[in-house]
């Protein structure tokens, strides 16, 4: 899946959680509507172009949560870094940032995986869990937030970062910006 021209999808760690993924696990309508549902796991991290929402060298999709993270050729690995994900005014924590790496066979590769999921009540109780599997009319009601993850997947240049590569300007931003300097100009 790809935008139209122009249009450019640099998300926030707050934005995916609540504005997408919020939204999803709630089975509610999410618009514009650009994130794709992908079972990540068949896939290898160079077959998501044409697959996930590409931007950049990034790729965006919603999967479904398991444990089970083997490819044809390979695996994902957790990194053991487990960031919570704030909102920006208030400081509530709204969800949980999960840094995985993908292996060829031993060999570590320079693919990461941010899985982002939110927070889960039902972890926190036993009692809580067992009332669920028992299939009480009142969690049944409750949407199931541990089943929806989504995934940002990229390929690390050395030591930076994917994330942080805002560097290139669209075609729009360099409009508005040379709008800018016709300010500056002295017209006749």
């Not at 926190?124 to 997947?153: A, E, L």
């Amino acid at each position: 899946m790809n935008l139209p021209p122009g249009f450019r999808f640099f998300p926030t760690d707050e934005e995916l959680v609540v504005h997408f993924l919020h939204r999803r696990a709630s089975l509610l309508p999410c618009h514009p509507d650009v994130i794709p549902d992908l079972e990540l796991y068949p896939y290898d991290p160079w077959d998501l172009p044409g697959k996930a929402l590409g931007e950049g060298r990034q790729w965006y999709f919603y999967s479904r949560k398991t444990q089970e993270r083997v490819t044809s050729n390979g695996y994902w690995e957790s990194m053991g870094i487990d960031e919570p994900v704030f909102t920006t005014s208030t400081q509530k924590k709204v969800g949980i940032k999960k840094f995985l790496t993908f292996y060829l066979g031993d060999s570590q590769t320079n693919w990461v995986m941010q899985e982002y999921s939110l927070p889960d009540a039902s972890s926190s109780s036993g009692r809580s869990s067992k009332r669920s599997s028992r299939g009480s009319t009142s969690s049944s009601r409750k949407p199931d937030y541990s089943k929806w993850v989504i995934c940002r997947v990229y390929e690390q240049n050395g030591s930076e970062e994917e994330e942080d590569d805002g560097a290139e300007l669209s075609c729009l931003d360099e409009v508005f910006l040379s709008l800018d300097d016709l300010d500056e100009v002295s017209l006749p």
